[in-house]
């Protein structure tokens, strides 16, 4: 049975991290702790987990699922969402996940497309999509699109016809995409209930003007508060003061990636400002250089202070 179609998923929500020890280990301590910053310091009640910025694609299977089962856990009667991503470049792998996701009681999944072996046309990335979510038929099921990252720049509104027949726990899409024009025709062309939450969050209240009904983003982790800012001012119209926030986080973004911006140099940020122990990111990322890290906390203090 198809999941219940009524409820959109709207707001924010973190792509967290995952916890190391210094020594490069799943660090399960952290989980707790890190949930409870997420609602009370940033106001986020909704968790993407083992995604890109948690470095899913450098985690065992093994790993992805302690770390899954986990979330899901203390995240219970605490957080509205939990989404376990379990795209992998093994479809048995990807099927695992899914699986397992739904036994520990996810809210639901999101793929991304392999890149390894790209599927080459919407029929073929619907297909790998159709037998992955036919591993959880009960859990709301998303598309991850993420290009920059996967080399996969099938345009998200051809996967998304017909996908519903195919995939009837198919919700929605998480565009990690700066293409607006695919991001509005899928908006403009989809059914009530499904959700698309943007990604790309340096340019989130475009997204909104578009028709977003949510955002997912590494940098809701320390700057949710911000942006659950932009959101209230953007929904009562006030356009200016959610174009000030957004420029604000523009600007400290492109200082940010002038120094070489990836999830290393993230996960020390969001270490620094949080006072979470995260860890180090796991190589092929390299850590952030101590200073680097510093210069762009004291962006964040400078870019914010009247907010
Ligand atoms: C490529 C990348 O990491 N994109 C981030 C963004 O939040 C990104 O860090 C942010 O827009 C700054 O560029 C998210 O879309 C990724 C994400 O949601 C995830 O971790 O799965």
Same mark, same amino acid.
């Given at each position: 049975m198809?999941?219940?179609?009524?409820k959109?998923?709207?707001?924010l &929500? %973190?792509?967290?991290?995952?916890?190391?020890?210094? =020594?490069?280990?799943?660090?399960?301590?952290?989980i707790?702790p890190?949930i409870? !910053?997420l609602?009370?310091k940033q106001?986020?009640?909704g968790?993407?987990v083992n995604g890109t910025?948690?470095?899913s694609?450098? /985690?065992? *299977?093994?790993?992805r699922k302690i770390l899954a089962e986990?979330?899901? =856990?203390k995240?219970r009667g605490?957080?509205?969402?939990?989404i &376990?991503?379990?795209?992998?470049m093994?479809l048995?792998?990807a099927?695992e996940l899914?699986?397992? %996701?739904a =036994?520990?009681?996810?809210?639901?999944?999101a793929?991304m497309?392999p890149?390894?072996?790209k599927?080459r046309?919407?029929?073929a990335l619907r297909?790998?999509?159709q037998?992955?979510?036919?591993?959880?038929?009960? /859990?709301?099921?998303? !598309?991850?699109?993420?290009?920059?990252?996967?080399?996969?720049?099938?345009p *998200?509104?051809?996967?998304?016809e017909? &996908?519903?027949? /195919?995939i009837p726990?198919?919700?929605?899409?998480?565009?990690s995409g700066?293409d607006?024009?695919?991001?509005?025709q899928?908006?403009?062309?989809?059914?009530?209930?499904w959700?698309?939450l943007y990604?790309?969050?340096? @340019?989130?209240?475009?997204a /909104? %003007?578009?028709? %977003?009904?949510g955002?997912?983003?590494?940098?809701?982790?320390y700057a949710?508060?911000h942006?659950?800012k932009?959101i209230?001012?953007?929904k009562?119209?006030h356009?200016v003061q959610?174009r000030k926030? @957004?420029?604000k986080? @523009?600007?400290?973004l492109s200082?940010?990636?002038?120094l070489?911006?990836?999830?290393? &140099?993230?996960? =020390?940020?969001?270490?620094?400002l949080?006072?979470?122990?995260?860890?180090p990111?796991r190589?092929?990322v390299t850590p952030?250089?101590?200073?680097?890290?510093?210069?762009?906390v004291?962006? !964040?203090?400078?870019?914010?202070?009247d907010?």
């Amino acid at each position: 049975m198809a999941p219940s179609a009524e409820k959109k998923l709207t707001g924010l &929500v %973190a792509a967290t991290f995952t916890p190391f020890t210094p =020594q490069g280990e799943v660090n399960l301590a952290e989980i707790g702790p890190y949930i409870d !910053y997420l609602i009370e310091k940033q106001g986020v009640h909704g968790i993407f987990v083992n995604g890109t910025t948690g470095e899913s694609m450098s /985690l065992t *299977v093994a790993e992805r699922k302690i770390l899954a089962e986990d979330w899901c =856990q203390k995240a219970r009667g605490k957080l509205d969402q939990v989404i &376990v991503h379990v795209g992998c470049m093994s479809l048995k792998d990807a099927k695992e996940l899914a699986g397992h %996701a739904a =036994q520990i009681g996810a809210d639901a999944i999101a793929v991304m497309a392999p890149f390894f072996f790209k599927p080459r046309t919407a029929d073929a990335l619907r297909s790998f999509l159709q037998e992955v979510a036919s591993a959880a038929p009960n /859990l709301p099921f998303y !598309y991850y699109h993420i290009p920059a990252v996967t080399g996969v720049n099938v345009p *998200v509104r051809d996967v998304l016809e017909g &996908v519903e027949e /195919l995939i009837p726990s198919f919700r929605g899409v998480k565009f990690s995409g700066i293409d607006l024009m695919d991001f509005g025709q899928c908006v403009s062309d989809s059914p009530p209930h499904w959700s698309f939450l943007y990604g790309m969050d340096e @340019q989130l209240l475009a997204a /909104l %003007a578009m028709g %977003a009904d949510g955002a997912v983003g590494s940098t809701y982790n320390y700057a949710g508060c911000h942006f659950n800012k932009l959101i209230s001012a953007f929904k009562e119209g006030h356009v200016v003061q959610a174009r000030k926030i @957004q420029f604000k986080m @523009q600007e400290l973004l492109s200082y940010a990636m002038k120094l070489g911006f990836d999830v290393g &140099v993230n996960k =020390q940020l969001m270490n620094e400002l949080s006072g979470l122990s995260l860890g180090p990111p796991r190589l092929p990322v390299t850590p952030c250089p101590f200073a680097h890290a510093l210069l762009i906390v004291k962006k !964040y203090h400078h870019v914010f202070t009247d907010s």
